[in-house]
C-alpha cells in the first residue's frame, strides 16, 4: 500500500516532465502540423487505458480516419473543429467529445489557433483505418462536411 | 459507420450541457467541498473507462482512500495537493498524476484556490476502501503527510 508506481508529472506550459513529443504517426499521411504526447501509456502496466495529449498548430489537422475503439476526449487548449460523421461541431476549452465505434472523424485547428486535447483510448485497440474514397462517397453525405476534409 | 452515439458535450466555465454536478459521494464521510460531474461514464455504453471532472473548493478535500483500481489525473483548475502514500505533492494546472493500485491518496484545494480535475478510471473496478488507523499507523511514516491527512 505504498506510493510504489505513483507518480507526478508536473506540467509547464503544455510540456510535461519525462514526457516527449512524438510524431502523430509513425507512417501515412493525411496530417499536418500535429504532434502526440504520451502522458500515462505503456510506461504505466496498471492501465487498461491510455491518456494522450495531441495538439495540432494553427490550420493543421489529424488524419481522416475510423476504428473499432471509441474515443474520449478533453480539449484542454485553443480553439478548432471536429468532423464526426456527417456533423461538423466547432470545439473550445474543456468541451468533451465522445466518438463512437467506426465513425469517420477528423480534428482541425483554426485557421489562427493552436487545438490541444487530452485523447483517452483503451490500451488494447484496433489501428485506424483511412476511409478510401468510395466509403467517403457512400458514408458522407453532408457536403460541408466532405468540403472540409483533408486527405 | 455513422456518428450514431458520438456526442459533443460544450462546456461553458466548467459546467458542461447535459452533464449534472452530483454530490461527490452518496454515503460515508471523509470529504468536504467537493462534487462530481460524471463526464463520459455509463451513459456511454462503449466505454470500457470513464472521465469524471471533480470540483474541490478551497479548503475542502477528498476522501482518504485506497482501492486496487489506478487513476489517471489531469488538473484543469486552480491548484492544491495530493497526499500519495508517504509523499506530499503540490499540484497545478495540467499536471498529471498517476495513482497506483493499493495507494492511499486524498485530494486538498488550497486555501485560497478550486482544485478542479478530470479522473479517469476503469468502468469495472473496486470499491474505495477507507484505511482504519491502525492501517495508516503502519502504512504511513511521514509525520507531515499524517497531519495533512483529514478523516
Not at 504505466?44 to 489529424?62: A, K, Q
Amino acid at each position: 500500500m505504498d506510493n510504489q508506481g505513483s507518480k507526478v508529472l508536473k506540467c509547464d506550459n503544455y510540456h510535461w516532465d519525462s514526457v516527449k513529443r512524438h510524431q502523430y504517426k509513425s507512417d501515412g499521411g493525411g496530417f499536418s502540423k500535429i504532434h502526440r504526447y504520451a502522458l500515462l501509456d505503456e510506461r504505466f502496466p496498471e492501465l487498461n487505458f491510455h491518456t494522450r495529449y495531441f495538439e495540432i498548430e494553427p490550420g493543421g489537422y489529424s488524419s481522416l480516419e475510423y476504428h473499432r475503439h471509441p474515443h474520449s476526449v478533453v480539449v484542454i487548449r485553443g480553439k478548432g473543429s471536429v468532423i464526426i460523421g456527417n456533423d461538423i461541431h466547432q470545439l473550445s476549452l474543456h468541451d468533451i467529445v465522445f466518438i463512437s465505434p467506426e465513425t469517420i472523424h477528423q480534428f482541425h485547428a483554426d485557421k489562427d489557433e493552436y487545438l490541444g486535447f487530452l485523447c483517452m483510448v483503451d490500451r488494447y485497440r484496433d489501428k485506424p483505418v483511412i476511409p478510401d474514397s468510395e466509403t467517403v462517397e457512400k458514408k458522407i453525405r453532408n457536403e460541408n462536411v466532405r468540403s472540409m476534409m483533408k486527405f
